[in-house]
């Protein structure tokens, strides 16, 4: 199975690596030669080394079953990394920096005075219907006014080569545990690519993170205590969250370990007695963190954990009622935003949205339900959605009852064809469409990862890249231009 | 260390040892009938009565049959403290902290639990079963062995040594307490090759025979076995020896006060007591074993108290698994 790049045919979209038949772009040059250059035996080796690295670290993600039980699956991991150039990335990079600042300011903004509503930039009724406002939350200031500390936007690329962002995640992003396993993992299977290219490293993201979590302690302590929350082991997530603890070398919970005294200070159980715990990362929704306050049946939070978050006394990391933000609907609203608190031109264009509240845009999105896709303004994972080309009239006629029903949650976007990279298919290559999320971490600065997690949709022709739905993964390289 | 996940090694080594202390017990058992006149035989109600599981077996089962018992006692999922539960929980328990156990450990607990549930036919038949209980005793002593070998000796090892201790300890009391309840007194001289044949097998039961026979070179006695049995101090399944090694281990801990205390009481006891007086008089001896049991309970209770602060462990999907 060696490559043959001539055959290798990514119509009717942009393909990373390859700008035609046979001609790779300047960035992935080396690598495609490279890869061109393995006999059959050596690429066969190359992926099975993969496979096997990755089922002995033990790299896995859960999926939940009809059975009832859940499985731990390997991660699916490509061998052929997706490749940038720096120059594109930086651009992106500010991009990303300039959305996440205009996002923070904005959820400050609607927890205190609500400036943006006044001055007539963003309707009052798009907030009086978002599932992810909490009331609770109004009138508190976290540490450096910041709500999202952990933002993962979503990145993809059309047909001309444009890269829009199609969502910020944030609430509880995941996938960077991921993106710091595949480099480990290529880098132990393709050592000698990395000595001809300057690939940019991505490994010191968990020690960002813990500076950032860090710079958010209520407490002054050289040291302060943080945790990271998980759900449990039945959490699709949980390996992340066990290795991110383990990265930073933090104590990794669950709700029953912690306890709000009656100091309304957060205590852990450990077996010296009770440890106070300055910040939490925590990686479960808004509406079980608290029994007392959100979800009273919750038995993954803690009860009174918003009382001493409200005191100041504990860091929650993203804050509660970050997820304001994160509604598809919002979103559509990010650009005015950009505009309005920085008074500047968005980098990174949004993917153009139709408002389903507006009487106009809906019937236009109901006429053209078969060229569009259609999202659920709070869903994340891919789950509800409609992609128009690929539906049948039945699962039409479905939407556009929803969607009559409930305006407020729906929003509708032209369909988009996701760029390609070449990837492994039995014993060929095969394009693949992809996307990217890039995490950052925001504090006294913000750091953006150094590109991101590249998800790849194994199925051909398929759009939908969740791991959650058979997606997979490749390594991101972001590589120094002239050494490409 | 979090209280949760000490919480959770307690109970992984209470559920091996649990496991492989009834392999133990039904293997040596089997042996005994058949060195027994068919008269005399105690038969398989005994397993029932040490293993203080009465009524969940009357429950189910009309007789003390062997079949019965002994299909209960391996592989009723139901009832928790079958062979198969135990590993069933041990590997529920080492899963939620797989971080912490050795990456080989948790595989060997998997697979010994997968191994003990795919050959569970021939584990309850006469022919297949000292095969198969052989393979759950060393399959238990190899975890013990890895886990020892490849584990930080930190608190959460102490965690794993404390419940396995404890659990051994108990083993060893419920065995003297049915074996001794069940004999005739020494005096009925006729029956004497069978009350030694009981004895040496409550000795094989622990794996103790040998060591008793190097130790106390002489001839196998009731007094002398109990004697062997709960207050040797080298032997690794006298009752003395589980505590001395549980008030090591806490002695390792912090805040370890009120456990060590709850512990010298119950040594104390098992040092002081008589054993030629109690191997007389079993109700005496009956008494002396329950108080002894007491005692390890309120050792869990205390440990319970100061490093888990949960006020009891909870059977639920997803905490730390655990049934007394």
Known sequence: ?484 | MLSRVAETIYWLGRYMERAENSARLINVNANLLLDLPHDLTPGWQPLIAITGSEDSYRVKYPDYEEHNVVSFLVGDLSYPNSILACLNLARENARTIRDIVPREAWERVNELFLYAEENLDSGVSKRGRFAYLREIIQGSQTISGILSGTMNHDAGYEFLCIGQMLERGDMTTRIVDVRSASLLPDTASDLLPYENIQWISVLKSLTAYQMYRQKMQIRVRRADALKFLIQNEQFPRSFYFCASSVEASVGRLPRGDAVRRTLSRLKRNAKSASMPELADDNVQLHDFIDRLQIGLGRVHEAISNTYFLLPEPVLEQDGPIAAC
Not at chain 1, 271 to 276: I, N, P, S, T
């Open chain 1, 1 to 484: 199975m060696t490559i043959q790049w001539d055959q290798y045919q990514a119509t009717g979209c942009y393909d990373e690596l390859m700008q035609e038949a046979g001609k790779p772009r300047a960035v992935a040059d080396a690598l495609t030669r490279y890869l061109a250059s393995l006999n059959e035996g050596e690429l066969r080796a190359v992926q099975t080394a993969a496979e096997l690295s990755i089922k002995e670290q033990g790299i896995t993600f859960t999926v939940y079953s009809d059975e009832g039980g859940s499985i731990d699956r390997a991660w699916p991991l490509d061998i052929i990394p997706r490749v940038m150039a720096r120059a594109e990335w930086n651009r992106i990079e500010a991009g990303l920096k300039q959305r996440v600042q205009a996002l923070n300011l904005f959820i400050d903004d609607i927890y205190h005075e609500q400036k943006i509503i006044k001055d007539g930039v963003f309707p009052k009724e798009i907030l009086a219907n978002s599932k992810n406002f909490r009331p609770q939350c109004v009138g508190v200031s976290p540490p450096l006014r910041i709500w999202a500390h952990i933002c993962g936007s979503d990145l993809i690329r059309g047909n001309d080569g444009t890269v829009y962002v199609l969502e910020d995640n944030l609430r509880v992003p995941s996938g960077v545990s991921y993106m710091l396993e595949n480099r480990q993992v290529i880098k132990r299977v393709l050592p000698d690519v990395f000595e001809n290219h300057a690939i940019l490293p991505v490994d010191d993201y968990p020690s960002q993170l813990f500076d950032t979590l860090a710079s958010v302690s209520p407490r002054d302590a050289e040291y302060p205590e943080v945790v990271v929350l998980t759900p449990g082991i039945y959490n699709s997530a949980y390996f992340e969250h066990a290795y991110l603890a383990q990265q930073m070398g933090c104590e990794l919970v669950e709700g029953r370990d912690l306890v709000v005294g009656e100091d309304d200070i957060v205590y852990m159980r450990t077996v010296d007695g009770l440890a106070r715990v300055d910040v939490i990362y925590r990686r479960i929704d808004d509406t079980f963190l608290d029994p007392e306050t959100f979800n009273p049946e919750s038995t993954l939070g803690v009860p009174g954990l918003m009382r001493s978050w409200i005191k100041g006394n504990v860091a929650l990391v993203n804050a509660p009622g970050a997820g304001v933000a994160d509604d598809k609907v919002v979103y559509a609203y990010v650009p005015e935003m950009i505009r309005y608190y920085l008074d500047e031109d968005g980098i990174i264009p949004n993917v153009p949205t139709y408002l389903c509240t507006d009487t106009k845009s809906r019937e236009h999105v109901l006429a053209h339900l078969d060229e569009l896709v259609v999202k659920p303004a709070n869903e994340s994972g891919g789950y509800g959605m409609l992609v128009g080309p690929k539906s049948t009239a039945e699962e039409r006629e479905q939407f556009a009852e929803r969607i009559s029903r409930d305006p407020r949650n729906y929003i509708a976007q032209p369909t988009i064809t996701l760029s390609t990279v070449p990837s492994v298919v039995d014993s060929h290559v095969e394009p693949r469409h992809v996307d990217m999320r890039p995490f950052i971490l925001s504090s006294d600065g913000i750091q953006v990862t150094m590109g991101g997690l590249t998800r790849v949709a194994m199925r051909k022709g398929s759009l939908v890249v969740n791991s959650s739905q058979g997606g997979g993964s490749k390594d991101t390289w972001i590589v120094e231009q002239g050494n490409a």
